[in-house]
């Protein structure tokens, strides 16, 4: 566990930065950047570099949807510290986690989806 400590901060800095720098872009209404649009699908990415969406909506979705993407990461990172929970627990809430984030993200993309079209 101590080997792979640094990796696991570093790598949830990492990823937090990348979703503060997306809601950043996305308080600017700047949905054609690299920064909201890594996340996203394919399909998703294209409408929002293609078009100019003016709707409040999609930044709104955009930042509330980063927000829970941290939740997430910390909660998973708590998880890794923690002493207190160990065994199936750490399957079962890791996984839920996942199982929440990939959720989130695709109910975002259909709803941006419906608001672009």
């Not at 990796?7 to 720098?21: W, Y």
């Not at 996203?40 to 969406?53: D, I």
């Not at 627990?89 to 695709?106: D, E, P, R, W």
């Amino acid at each position: 566990m101590a080997i792979l400590t640094p990796f696991v901060i570093l790598f949830s800095l990492g990823i937090i930065v990348l979703q503060v720098l997306g809601i950043v872009k996305a308080a600017q209404k700047n949905y054609a950047s690299t920064f909201v649009t890594m996340y996203r699908g394919l399909n998703v990415a294209a409408l929002l570099k293609g078009k100019e969406p003016e709707d409040e909506r999609i930044k709104s979705l955009i930042i509330l949807n980063s927000s829970v993407n941290m939740l997430l990461i910390l909660a998973l990172v708590y998880l890794y510290f923690s002493q207190g929970v160990t065994g199936d627990h750490v399957l079962v809430i890791a996984l839920g986690t996942l199982l929440i984030n990939f959720l989130t993200q695709k109910l975002v993309d259909w709803r941006i989806t419906k608001i672009i079209k």
